[in-house]
C-alpha cells in the first residue's frame, strides 16, 4: 500500500506537470485561469507534527496563506497548550486559540506502530511534514526524513529543534526562554543598570517559526524546480543568533561586546530639540557620534522635558512634525489603535464550542493587481474555526480535486493507543 501512495504521490506531486511549453508547475488541482483570490498555497498539503509555539506559528502562517494543515495530537491529551491557562474561553486555552487556527485535528500515538502508518500513509499524499521533536525521536519511530523520503520523495520535510540536528546541545530539548539566554537576547534585553529579562512574547520561538515559514515556501520552489523534497533544519539558537543582526555585528567585527540599553539604542542617541534652545548651539551634542558620546547628559535633559506634559499633549505636538514617535500601548490601547483597527488586526471567528472569539488577524496582505473586489485573499481565513482534539476522526470524507483521493478516516482511540484507520480510495 504504502509502495503504491510513493508511486501515485510522486507524479501527482512532483511538481513535473507538463503544461503549455514544457512549464513546470505545482499541481494547484484547480484550472490556471481561475485566479482571482487564489490563496498563495491553495491545494498545498501539510501534515503537523508540532506543538507549542514555534512549529504551530509557522504551520498557522502557512494555513493563513491558504494551505490545508492536518494537526496530529495525542490522544486525549492533545497539544501541550490547550492546558495553559487561564485565561480559558470554556474549556479553551486562549493561548492554544491564539496560533492554531486554519487547522484541522486528528488523534494518533505515533509511539503505536497503526499510529505509525497511518502517518506514513498520510504523509504519501502531503506536500509537507513539519515536526518539532528533539532530534532522533522520530527517526527511533520510523518517521524520521529517511523514513519519509523512501515513501515520499516529493515531500519538503522540516525539523524545527532546540539547537540543532547534530552538536554537544542537540539532545536537550527546546525553550525559548532558555535559547533566549543562551543565544544572547536575554543579556542586550532589559534596563541599562538592571538584571537581563526574558521579552514579553516568546521573540525566539515566534523567529524560529518565521524562518520555518519561510523555508518551507522556498521548499516548495526548490520542488517546483526539481520535482523532488528536502530536509529543513530549523532550531531556536540559530534563529535567535540571526536575529542578533547588528549587536552580534558590532561584536564580531569590532570585538564590542553588548550591553542592555532599556528603551535606548546603542548607536543612536535623540537629536530633536524639543523648545530648548540651548542645545541647538551645544557643540556636544552636534553629531550623532557625539551624542552617543554624551547620552546620559542629553537623555536626562530630555526626560526632563518630557515630563513637562502629558503623552496626548507630546503626540499632539509631534503629529505633522516629520519626527518618528508613538506611545508605549497597553494591549487595550493596542487594540483600540486606528491604525491597527484600520489593518485589520482583530480577526473574529466562531469557534465550535464556546462562540464568537477574537484573535489577531493575519498579517500580511496581498491582492491582485486589477482585482476590482474589495477583500483579498488575505480577508479570511479558510477555516476559522480551531481544532478540536482528533476533530476530523470522526468523520472525514472529502473529495478534494486538490488531492484527486475520495478519503474517509475513521478513528477509534482510547489511552493506551490509536486504532485508527486510515482508508483511501482512487
Avoid at 33 to 38: G, M, P, Y
Avoid at 322 to 349: R, S, T
Wanted: proline share 6%; charged share 20%.
Amino acid at each position: 500500500m504504502l509502495a503504491t501512495l510513493a508511486r501515485v504521490a510522486t507524479v501527482r506531486r512532483s511538481g513535473l506537470r507538463p503544461g503549455p511549453g514544457s512549464r513546470r508547475g505545482l499541481w494547484t488541482g484547480r484550472p490556471q485561469a481561475d485566479t482571482d483570490n487564489v490563496k498563495p498555497l491553495e491545494g498545498v498539503k501539510i501534515l503537523d507534527l508540532t506543538r507549542v509555539l514555534a512549529g504551530p506559528f509557522a504551520t498557522m502562517n502557512l494555513g493563513d496563506l491558504g494551505a490545508e494543515v492536518i494537526k496530529v495530537e495525542r490522544p486525549g491529551a492533545g497539544d501541550d497548550t490547550r492546558t495553559w491557562g487561564p485565561p480559558f474561553v470554556g474549556t479553551e486555552s486562549t493561548y492554544f486559540l491564539s496560533v492554531n487556527r486554519n487547522k484541522k485535528s486528528i488523534a494518533v500515538n505515533i509511539k503505536d506502530p497503526n499510529g505509525v502508518k497511518i502517518i506514513k500513509e498520510l504523509a504519501a499524499i502531503c506536500d509537507v511534514f513539519v515536526e518539532n521533536y528533539v532530534p532522533g525521536k522520530l527517526s527511533a519511530l520510523g518517521l524520521g526524513y529517511a523514513d519519509i523520503d523512501r515513501i515520499a520523495p516529493h515531500v519538503v520535510y522540516c525539523s524545527i529543534t532546540g539547537y540543532g540536528q547534530t552538536g554537544p546541545l542537540s539532545q536537550r530539548a527546546g525553550y525559548d526562554a532558555v535559547a533566549s539566554a543562551v543565544s544572547g537576547l536575554m543579556h542586550i534585553t532589559g534596563p541599562e543598570d538592571g538584571d537581563p529579562v526574558r521579552p514579553g512574547v516568546a521573540m525566539t520561538d515566534l523567529a524560529t517559526g518565521l524562518y520555518a515559514c519561510g523555508a518551507i515556501m522556498a521548499g516548495l520552489i526548490q520542488r517546483y524546480k526539481t520535482g523532488k523534497g528536502l530536509f529543513i533544519d530549523c532550531n531556536l539558537l540559530s534563529s535567535q543568533v540571526a536575529c542578533l543582526t547588528q549587536v552580534a555585528g558590532n561584536y564580531l567585527i569590532a570585538r564590542k561586546e553588548a550591553k542592555r540599553w532599556g528603551t535606548a539604542h546603542g548607536s543612536i542617541v535623540p537629536y530633536q530639540i524639543l523648545n530648548l534652545p540651548e542645545l541647538i548651539d551645544d557643540c556636544k551634542y552636534k553629531t550623532n557620534h557625539l551624542r552617543v558620546q554624551n547620552r546620559k547628559e542629553l537623555i536626562r535633559i530630555l526626560s526632563a522635558r518630557f515630563e513637562e506634559a502629558m503623552t496626548s499633549e507630546w503626540l499632539h505636538r509631534f503629529e505633522g512634525s516629520g519626527v518618528p514617535y508613538g506611545p508605549i500601548n497597553n494591549m487595550k490601547n493596542v487594540f483600540a489603535e486606528p491604525q491597527v483597527l484600520h489593518n485589520d488586526l482583530i480577526m473574529e471567528m466562531k469557534h465550535p464550542t464556546v462562540g464568537k472569539i477574537s484573535v489577531p488577524g493575519t498579517k500580511v496582505s496581498c491582492q491582485l493587481l486589477g482585482c476590482e473586489q474589495q477583500d483579498s485573499w488575505d480577508s479570511q481565513p479558510a477555516h476559522p474555526g480551531r481544532p478540536q482534539i482528533g476533530a476530523e476522526c470522526s468523520s472525514w470524507e472529502t473529495s478534494s480535486p486538490c488531492w484527486g483521493w475520495r478519503r474517509i478516516l475513521l478513528c477509534y482511540s482510547n489511552f493506551r493507543g490509536s486504532l485508527c484507520l486510515w482508508k483511501l480510495k482512487v
